[in-house]
């Protein structure tokens, strides 16, 4: 067999010792954060802090939980993320499903698909893009978070091709027996389908909680951000007009500590959330990729 091979053990322990540096490269910064969160001021200041806390407090996350902006902005993210994924998937599978028929059953299908190729390759650009958004009056919406990326071009790919790995025969029945295109598509595709849905869900989800770019674009008001627009104006252009401090909190706490802590609220719901996704995510990429 080619797995007992020598030249196959070597590239395998190459292949381990690879994965598991990036594994530490990648886990190594999530933990500093958590132990600067965890840390104190003095501590945090005087760059003390490596893998864990020094003199432990939680200081940090009581300021951090007790900022009615902050909550505000996981609030919105919360519900665009909820939004904004359930719009993705709905639209997803409405034009994947057709999109995934031969071109005798829908003779239109490779000018559509081509049409879905084109604006994912080609855009008009930023400034159309902005021009556009201020035209049909959704400046300073919340829906300027969700609309504006509820189709994707790539996920759709990935539907469809899943979708036209399912039988034949199995559509073919559903439709002897009176079922129309919607019945069959919501009770025979999606049911088999899971493995498809939760990876398109997780990219929709990672999408829609990291992005701030449109809300520090489309949103004029600061406490109208999302979270991930929030943390880009606290952490990276360092305006903490919503992050005041009383002298007493000042002398308790460092920014430092602060930011940890908004970054780690900020990234724990994706953490929790990929572990219950990743049974379905490889499968779903894979089922999803390859057409024979």
């Known amino acids: 067999m080619y797995h007992k091979t020598t030249p196959y053990r070597i590239f395998n322990v190459f292949n381990i010792c690879l994965l598991v540096i990036l594994s530490i490269m990648c886990i190594v910064p999530l933990i500093h954060v958590l132990a600067v969160s965890f840390s104190a001021k003095s501590a945090a ?4 802090v490596g893998l864990w806390p ?4 939680l200081e940090a996350y009581k300021k951090t939980m007790n900022n009615p902006i902050f909550l505000h902005s996981i609030w919105i993210s919360v519900c665009r993320t909820v939004l ?17 028929k031969e071109t005798s059953v829908f003779r239109s299908r ?7 190729v084109f604006s994912m ?6 400034v159309p893009f902005y021009m556009v958004i ?38 073919e029945a559903a439709l002897i027996d009176g079922a129309g295109h919607f019945r069959t598509l919501f009770s025979i595709f999606l049911p088999i389908s899971m493995p498809s849905i939760a990876t398109i869900a997780l990219f929709s989800m990672v999408f829609h909680w990291n992005s701030w770019f449109d809300g ?20 990276i252009q360092k305006d903490m007009s919503s992050m005041s401090m009383s002298p007493k909190e000042m002398e308790l706490l460092s920014q430092t500590t602060v930011n940890a802590a908004q970054i780690f609220i ?27």
Do not use: C
């Open 216 to 235: 520090l674009l489309y949103l004029s008001n600061a406490k109208d951000y999302p979270l991930a627009t929030f943390l880009q104006t606290v952490i």
């Open 54 to 57: 020094v003199q432990f407090s």
């Open 134 to 171: 201020q035209k049909i009056h959704l400046m300073d919406s919340f829906w300027v978070l969700v609309l504006p990326g509820a189709v994707n071009t790539f996920l759709v790919i990935l539907m469809l091709n899943f979708f036209r790995g399912i039988p034949k025969e199995m559509e």
């Open 45 to 48: 200041d005087a760059n003390l």
């Open 110 to 116: 490779n000018v559509y698909s081509w049409l879905f």
């Open 266 to 292: 900020g990234a724990a719901p994706i953490l929790i959330v990929y572990p219950f996704l990743q049974k379905y995510f490889v499968k779903g990429m894979t089922l999803g990729s390859v057409k024979e």
């Open 121 to 126: 390759i080609f855009n008009g650009g930023l």
């Open 84 to 100: 904004g994924t359930g719009l993705t998937l709905l639209i997803t599978f409405l034009a994947a499903y057709p999109l995934s």
